[in-house]
């Protein structure tokens, strides 16, 4: 069984500063860890995964995430907020033989000018 | 860039009402999946194929129903529509074989039943 929990249904930043959105996971077996990104009235975009390779992974529009086993964490960073950064986030996981993926309730980011 | 394709966007409808709602893909996935999606919860899994002829329930049970004739089309059908089903729905679809395999999702269907 796997799940995923994300600390905060909504963050608030200012542009320019630090983006952290959190994401712990719970896994039976080795977990891919997968962060997406919805735009309002849109489908999910894939921003980042975790395949087991290296712990710290980079992805589009400067958004990176390091797994941490030890933590079961997988958080979401980007070091300077862009307005256009503004949408809502969703961790999810998979690690079962079924392909299936288990989502978190997602993170609302709101960037202020 | 994913090549997924849902219609309608949006509906609006009467109770009582036969719905179908289409997904399409153009990348020859074999995976394709239907999620149900609320505001402020997460995305919950109402059904999934692995291939032509098979279609499964997922982690949320629904009163929908699938069919997977072709890999490229996947349509959920709700024979009677009611309040409860207002909802958004997602279609997304996956590559063969390697658990790591991200899912690409259409642009979703927002759902209103009257």
Redesign the interface.
């Known amino acids: 069984a796997q799940s995923?929990t994300q600390l905060g249904?909504h963050v608030s930043v200012s542009e320019g500063a630090l983006v952290l959105l959190r994401c712990n996971y719970s896994s039976s077996v080795p977990p891919?860890l997968?962060w997406?990104v919805q735009y309002p009235?849109?489908?999910?975009?894939?921003l980042l995964?975790y395949?087991?390779a290296a712990t710290l992974v980079k992805g589009i529009n400067g958004f990176e995430a390091e797994f941490k086993k030890s933590e079961t964490s997988f958080h979401l960073t980007k070091p300077s907020a862009h307005m256009s950064d503004a949408a809502e986030y969703?961790c999810a996981v998979?690690?079962s033989?079924n392909?299936?993926?288990t989502?978190?309730?997602?993170t609302l980011l709101t960037v202020n000018p | 860039e994913a090549d997924i394709y849902q219609t309608p966007r949006y509906l609006v409808i009467g109770t009582g009402k036969k719905i179908t709602l289409e997904c399409s893909q153009t990348m020859g996935h074999d995976k394709m999946y239907w999620y149900q999606q609320d505001p402020g919860m997460e995305l919950h899994l109402i059904h999934y194929s692995y291939g032509v002829n098979s279609t499964e329930k997922g982690d949320l049970s629904s009163e929908s129903t699938v069919s997977r004739i072709r890999t490229e089309h996947f349509p959920l059908t709700l024979e009677s529509a009611r309040p409860s089903h207002t909802s958004q729905y997602l279609c997304a679809s996956s590559e063969e074989g390697f658990l790591g395999d991200e899912q690409y999702f259409g642009p979703g269907t927002r759902l209103t039943v009257t």
């Open positions: 995923v249904s891919y997968f997406y009235n849109q489908g999910l975009q894939l995964k395949t087991s969703f998979s690690g033989s392909y299936k993926l989502f978190g309730k997602g």
